[in-house]
């Protein structure tokens, strides 16, 4: 695995940044969800948290690409490792691929007529499901409770994608340190 420091990560976002004001608005949202993904982190035995610093800072890196509203949204985490693995980070890009709600599976992506290649992009290690629920409880650039993350999520895409999201939280918090 290619290790980055954190000053690395920032120079990565601001090197595809579409425009200043862009990259402090993802570097902002960022820095929450890596604190929170840490926090987590912590709590949890056998986590790589030099790798949960510098990821979560660079999970949302395709956002720069795919603007953040309107149909190509959805395509920012592909767009994210795209980059990523052009730059040799290739543990990095499967977070940026992965953390989109909890996952998208191919059944989603077929139910949903989503604009994505048909495969699953679903977070596997302990890492990225980390990134992908702290990620879930970050409005914009403050933390926000479970409930409110599940309410928006069943507005915006409906009950099963909130209950996704709901067992991905309960997955993450299982695997704290008794």
């Known amino acids: 695995m290619k290790k980055i420091s954190e000053k690395e990560a920032i120079r990565l976002l601001k090197k595809y940044a579409d425009s200043e004001k862009n990259f402090e608005g993802v570097l902002a949202h960022s820095k929450v969800v890596q604190k929170l993904a840490l926090d987590i982190g912590k709590k949890i035995k056998d986590v790589d948290l ?18 953040i509203k309107g149909k190509n949204v959805v395509k920012h985490g592909i767009f994210g490792a795209d980059i990523l693995r052009k730059e040799g980070l290739y543990e990095h890009a499967l977070v940026a691929e992965r953390h989109l709600g909890a996952g998208i599976s191919k059944e989603d992506i077929i139910e949903q007529g ?16 980390i990134i992908c629920h702290a990620d879930n409880l970050v409005g914009h650039c403050k933390e926000i409770s479970l409930q409110k993350a599940i309410g928006r999520y069943e507005k915006e895409l409906g009950k099963k994608v909130a ?16």
């Not at 030099?50 to 603007?67: E, N, P, V, Y």
């Not at 989503?114 to 499901?129: A, H, M, T």
């Open 50 to 67: 030099d790798f949960i610093k510098t990821a979560s800072l660079l999970h949302d890196i395709g956002r720069f690409k795919s603007g």
């Open 163 to 178: 209950r996704k999201i709901k067992e991905l939280a309960e997955e993450v918090e299982g695997m704290k340190k008794k």
């Open 114 to 129: 989503l604009e994505l290649p048909l495969q699953d992009y679903i977070p596997i290690s302990k890492e990225e499901k």
